[in-house]
Structure formats: structure tokens, C-alpha cells
């Protein structure tokens, strides 16, 4: 059968959200009318065998165009929820919306996440319209997000992405990307299905790689993200693991690409900047410095092995303050994280045993960041951010250096 053309896809992973996709789905059909009623457009739920009804309510979720101003459209959207192939996560929906974006010659996509509460559907014109009027072949997103929300991003990612890359995607693995028919293609071809981009490390695969293959790339804002978070001391182990692994295979991956990049620029920033109340979001740094405390006398001989002497001690020193007084300096932040992905390019390790031994490091570094900027809003604590970043681009030298 003749698979019919689509100009535009927008593609939803899923898996049990029940109780958040209707939302989405209804956003998304709304902006699709109001900002391309002329174009065809499809969405594409990517299930990965839901038990609580969620193919079903992407079928029927409905709203009420009159009320929000809506005519109808030339083409209305049309749905399919599809299963995936493959290892169960993330990364494997995205690559069955891949797939169908290819084989419909979608000209510009766009995935959102599932759980979202405060998506509207401005935010599919300000996905969509980037690829389609401004000809960018990724679009990476941009949220005002409560001070303790996304701690890997805050922590790792976005600092090491920066550092590396030298370009400023403040949210690298935000989970909504727009992204042109052509991306699309590249994302396809590429054989990484078996790895933890099938995972939670699909985000970071899909930045780093618009950015290494020199794609035109840019953000744009959102507003506030509002989703179900999860504690970092409780939930976040294996997305840690997935999302590092990733992160760190690609540093071996693009090595010519980064090593001679200095500094940092920003990308082009689309959007209207505003303010916007966020919903508080609970962290128990408590139970963060537990572990950390349990890693410095668990894991001694791995850290000692990777991190040396002189900054092991220091770590030694940090697990004896009391939490009250308890600060991680940035500085050795930065040169544990350029140790650990040393000690993955030396293969001193299996990678999985490596980064799984990064985690109470990574938990060390969160509770110290809570405890700073627990008195401030949040232009304080991004501007705590900011200055991390700047020991990661500043201390950029002592990776290359023990690259070989």
C-alpha cells in the first residue's frame, strides 16, 4: 500500500500516561489548526504497550475548537498510535516516529513528551515554525523549569555539552525537539538501536549529533515546563546511567570535532522570553549526601583509580562536613566529570561499572547545588549554573590534555 505524504509529523512517546496524554493530544490537534491549518499533518503516538488506556485516549481526546477561537482546517490531523520494536525505552518510540516521518516525507516534525501538563498549543508553532519558515534542522527547547527540576541537565549535561561543543542549548536533552524532514533521515540511518540511545540517552544523541554534524540548530521558548519530576536521590540512577553512557560515547565518537573548540557562543534563541510561576519541586538532599558518604567508603578504590590521589582526598575531606556546611566547588566537579570520561576513553573499566560508580559523585555534587541556592529564586540559582559551566569551558585543557 501507498504510504500517503504528511508536510508536518508530531510524534508522542508513551508508556501508562493516562492520566497527562489527553492533554497533549488535544494541545497538540489545537496548535496544528490554529498555526497550519493548511498543511497535512499527522500525530503519531509511539506506545510502548500501555495497560491503562493510553492508545486510546490519543484516539478520542477531543476539545472544543469554538471555544479556543479554532476554524476548521483544510486537512485535520490525522492519529495513529503504533507499537515499537525493540528494546523497551524512549529512544526506540523516537526511532519508530523516525521511521514513519521518512516514509511520509514529513517536511518538519516535532516530538513532545507524554507527561507534559503545561504544553499549549503555541508550543507546536514554536517547534514547527523554526524548521518550516526559518529553515533550521533542529530545534532544541528552551523552559523557565523550578531550580531543582532537571538536575542531570544542570549538573553534566548541559555544562559537558557546552564545554565540548562550544554552543549554549541550555536544555540538550529537554525531551520536545522540532527537527526537519532531513534530520529525521539522518536520526533513521543511524545503527545505534542497541545501545542506550534506545533508552533514556536518545535526547543527547539526537543534540549532540544536529550539533557535531554541523545541522543548523537553535531553541526556542517554551515557557514553563511542568511535568512529573522525580527526585534525583531516588529515581534517577538508571537515567543517569543512560544519558552519561550516551554522553560519553559520543565524546569518543566526535573527539576531532570538539578538541579544538574554545569557549562557548550562544545559538539562535527564538521565542518570547517572559516570567512564569513554577511549581515547587521536592529534593531530599539529606538522602543525596547518604549516599555519597556510603560511595566515599564503598567505592574508595574505584574513585582512587579514576579520580587519583589529590582530589580523592578532597572528596575524603567533603563526606567528613556536616551537611550544613557541605559544598562541592565546581572547579572539582568539572575535573571528576573530565576524569571519569578519561577513564572511559582508557576503557580502566566496564562502562556501565564506571558510570554507575559516578552516581554518588553526581548525588554529592545535586545536594551541594540544593543547599546553595535554597534561599534564592531562580535567576540565582541559574547564575550558580552559569558559573559551573565556565569551570567546565575553563578546565577544558586538563581533559584534552590527558586525552591520549
Known amino acids: 500500500m501507498k504510504t500517503e505524504k504528511a508536510d508536518i509529523l508530531v510524534g508522542i512517546a508513551s508508556f501508562n500516561n493516562a492520566g497527562t496524554i489527553g492533554h497533549v493530544v488535544k494541545a497538540v490537534d489545537a496548535g496544528l489548526v490554529k498555526y497550519f491549518p493548511d498543511k497535512k499533518a499527522i500525530i503519531v503516538n509511539s506506545d510502548g504497550g500501555s495497560r491503562d488506556g493510553t492508545p486510546d485516549i490519543v484516539k478520542t481526546a ?19 498510535s503504533i ?12 526511532r519508530a516516529i523516525f521511521r514513519k516521518a521518512v516514509e511520509m516525507k514529513a517536511e518538519a516534525c516535532c516530538v513532545v513528551d507524554a507527561d507534559l501538563r503545561s504544553i499549549t498549543p503555541e508550543w ?15 530545534v532544541a527547547p528552551l523552559y523557565n523549569r523550578h531550580k531543582y527540576d532537571g538536575t542531570i541537565t544542570n549538573s553534566i549535561v548541559y555544562p559537558l555539552t557546552r564545554a565540548l561543543y562550544g554552543r549554549r542549548i541550555r536544555q540538550p536533552i529537554g525531551g520536545e525537539f522540532g527537527f526537519s524532514g532531513r534530520m529525521a533521515d539522518f536520526y533513521m540511518s543511524q545503527e545505534v538501536w542497541e545501545s542506550h ?18 545541522y543548523k540548530v537553535c531553541q526556542t521558548f517554551l515557557g514553563a515546563k511542568i511535568h512529573d519530576p522525580k527526585d534525583p536521590g531516588s529515581d534517577l540512577a538508571d537515567m543517569l546511567l543512560q544519558v552519561v553512557a550516551t554522553l560519553f560515547a559520543l565524546t569518543e565518537k566526535h573527539y576531532d570535532k570538539w578538541k579544538d573548540e574554545k569557549g562557548s557562543s550562544e545559538v539562535p534563541t527564538l521565542g518570547f522570553r517572559y516570567q512564569v510561576g513554577l511549581e515547587s ?13 556510603a560511595g566515599q567508603e564503598n567505592l574508595r578504590d574505584i574513585w582512587l583509580k579514576i579520580i587519583g590521589q589529590g582530589d580523592f582526598g578532597e572528596i575524603e575531606r567533603l563526606s567528613r562536613l556536616p551537611d550544613a556546611s557541605f559544598k562541592f566547588p565546581d572547579g572539582l566537579w568539572a575535573k571528576v566529570v573530565y576524569d571519569f570520561i578519561i577513564a572511559y576513553h582508557r576503557k580502566v573499566m566496564a562502562p ?11 548525588l554529592g555534587k545535586t545536594a551541594s547545588f540544593v543547599l546553595e541556592v535554597e ?19 575553563n578546565n577544558k585543557d586538563y581533559l584534552i590534555s590527558n586525552w591520549k
Open 375 to 393: 534561599n534564592m529564586e531562580q535567576e540565582g540559582a541559574e547564575a550558580c549554573i552559569e558559573k559551573l559551566c565556565q569551570e567546565f569551558e
Open 281 to 293: 519541586v521536592k529534593v531530599n538532599a539529606e538522602k543525596m549526601l547518604n549516599i555519597f558518604r
Open 197 to 214: 540511545v534506545a533508552r533514556f540517552g536518545v535526547d543527547i544523541w539526537m543534540t549532540t549529533e544536529a550539533i557535531a554534524g554541523d
Open 124 to 138: 507546536v508553532e514554536l517547534l514547527l515554525s523554526p524548521v518550516i519558515q526559518n529553515g533550521f534542522d533542529f
Open 352 to 362: 556501565e561499572h564506571l558510570i554507575r560508580s559516578l552516581v554518588p559523585l553526581y
Open 62 to 80: 477531543t476539545h472544543d475548537q469554538a471555544a479556543i477561537f479554532l476554524s476548521h482546517p483544510v486537512y485535520p490531523a490525522h492519529r495513529i
Open 83 to 94: 507499537p515499537y520494536n525493540g528494546i523497551p525505552g524512549k529512544g526506540s518510540a523516537f
